[in-house]
T-cell receptor
Framework: GENVEQHPSTLSVQEGDSAVIKCTYS??????FPWYKQELGKGPQLIID?????GEKKDQRIAVTLNKTAKHFSLHITETQPEDSAVYFC??????????FGTGTRLQVFP | EAGVAQSPRYKIIEKRQSVAFWCNPI?????LYWYQQILGQGPKLLIQ????????DSQLPKDRFSAERLKGVDSTLKIQPAKLEDSAVYLC?????????????FGSGTRLTVV
């Protein structure tokens, strides 16, 4: 079955710097790759997603890139702010919508 | 639109007791999911419903876990009897439909502690 690996597990950056989180997936049939942000005591919230027919997608300060050949996808956050501090999860799914999640990255943005 | 509602928010039980969680998805969302999130890990799918039918329950420990979505709207997840390793956050999520890749909307979860 699908396996999603996520790195790093923790990431500390200075406010204003960029943050990059990387994921790899194992199932070449996966075609949908969302990213979720989870704040303490809350459920994961979808922040951006990308489908397999697109290589890059951007939404203000966040962007996601996908390399289907290498089975890699990455989340890029620019101009980080303290409110970006949270746990970020990548996920992958095929046609059944069953999402397989990565293990999470705890991002800390220091003022 | 209203989000995914879950209750209770917290539950503490002793091992071998039973517990039930409730979820009300976003109105009109046909697909409902229950995920288990152990501390420090990503969510793991327990069961997926399409309307009131089960799509995937391959990861559900059926000797102790059960779930139903009788009228194709709200859902309950039950654990009987609970074990210490069941301590986790139980997340409910919903999406418009199955197939083609859709973002889920998650509820805030129920944090279960088994002592």
């Amino acid at each position: 079955g699908e396996n999603v690996e996520q790195h790093p597990s923790t990431l500390s950056v200075q406010e204003g710097d960029s943050a990059v989180i990387k994921c790899t997936y194992s199932d070449s049939a996966s075609n949908y790759f969302p990213w979720y942000k989870q704040e303490l005591g809350k459920g994961p919230q979808l922040i951006i997603d990308i489908r397999s027919n697109v290589g890059e997608k951007k939404d203000q300060r966040i962007a996601v890139t996908l390399n289907k050949t290498a089975k890699h996808f990455s989340l890029h956050i620019t101009e980080t702010q303290p409110e970006d501090s949270a746990v970020y999860f990548c996920a992958a799914s095929g046609g059944t919508d069953k999402l397989i999640f990565g293990t999470g990255t705890r991002l800390q943005v220091f003022p | 639109e209203a989000g995914v509602a879950q209750s209770p928010r917290y539950k503490i039980i002793e091992k071998r007791q039973s517990v039930a969680f409730w979820c009300n998805p976003i109105s009109g969302h046909a697909t409902l999911y229950w995920y288990q999130q152990i501390l420090g890990q990503g969510p793991k799918l327990l069961i997926q419903f399409q309307n009131n039918g089960v799509v995937d329950d391959s990861q559900l420990p059926k000797d102790r876990f059960s779930a139903e979505r009788l009228k194709g709207v709200d859902s309950t997840l039950k654990i009987q009897p609970a074990k210490l390793e069941d301590s986790a956050v139980y997340l409910c999520a919903s999406s418009l439909r199955t197939g083609g890749g859709n973002g889920y909307t998650f509820g805030s979860g129920t944090r279960l502690t088994v002592v």
